[in-house]
């Protein structure tokens, strides 16, 4: 009777088949949850790059769908040296490109090929030093050196001035004897007034100046307050 009881599995043997049942279970379990990992994960893959190539592909579209920006793009490639852009207009609305060439101002129109030589200032000027462009174009900055032909003190012969994106319309915003560019404004110093400073030598004429901001629309903002003027 004994030897039959020993020959029946025991306790140890059915808890040992158990927990080798369970572990193949779990090892089921970690297949099928790495399985659907990888599955997931080359579908994020597959679906990034075809996002990638459809956008590149709609860019293509695109450009090839904007005729006036192609034109644009090709007038400002062909430019002679020297030449330096301003601005581009790429839409159907204004379609040119305003360039500088020996500090005179040019807008080339790409749908008409017509060349014209913007005249924003009826004065005589001797370069054009900086140009800047407003926020979505709205309009461009010409910053200007005058002397010798400016008729103010020799000292404000820099002009800032503001021109509309068809050339057509121009602004003098104000003159000084520097102009800054921020973000979001310009400054111009500009002399102000010759005030009498007495000494100890006894009474000598003193240059004030303040600086003013304006906005990118060209419209003052607000000025500081005046100090001497130092060389």
């Keep these: 009777m004994d030897n039959f009881r020993r020959g029946i599995p025991g306790r140890d043997l059915v808890r040992s088949l158990t927990t080798t049942a369970r572990r193949m279970k779990n090892q089921k379990d970690v297949h099928s949850v790495m399985t659907n990992f990888i599955y997931t994960e080359m579908n994020i893959y597959i679906k990034t790059a075809a996002f990638a190539i459809l956008s590149f ?3 293509l579209t695109l450009s090839a769908q904007n005729p ?3 034109r644009v793009r090709a007038a400002a490639e062909s430019l002679p040296d020297g030449c330096e852009i301003v601005a581009k207009y790429t ?3 204004y379609h040119c490109l305003f360039y500088t060439m020996h500090n005179r101002l040019y807008k080339y129109d790409v749908l008409t090929n017509k060349n014209t030589d913007v005249n924003f200032t009826p004065f005589a000027y001797s370069s054009i030093y900086a140009t800047y462009l407003a926020p979505k174009g709205k309009y461009i900055y010409i910053c200007i050196e005058r002397s010798p032909f400016s008729q103010t003190t020799p000292e404000n012969s820099h002009e800032l001035w503001r021109i509309s994106p068809d050339g057509d319309e121009s602004k003098k915003i104000d003159e000084g004897i520097k102009i800054i560019k921020r973000k979001g404004c310009f400054i111009i110093k500009k002399l102000s007034r010759i005030k ?6 006894g009474t000598r ?3 004030m100046m303040r600086d003013h901001y304006y906005n990118l629309d060209g419209h003052i903002i607000w000025a500081k307050d005046e100090y001497e003027y130092k060389k």
Excluded: E, H, L, P
């Design 57 to 59: 592909i709609n860019t």
């Design 68 to 70: 006036v920006a192609n």
């Design 91 to 93: 839409d159907n609305r």
């Design 196 to 201: 009498r400073v007495k000494d100890k030598n």
């Design 205 to 207: 004429r003193q240059w």
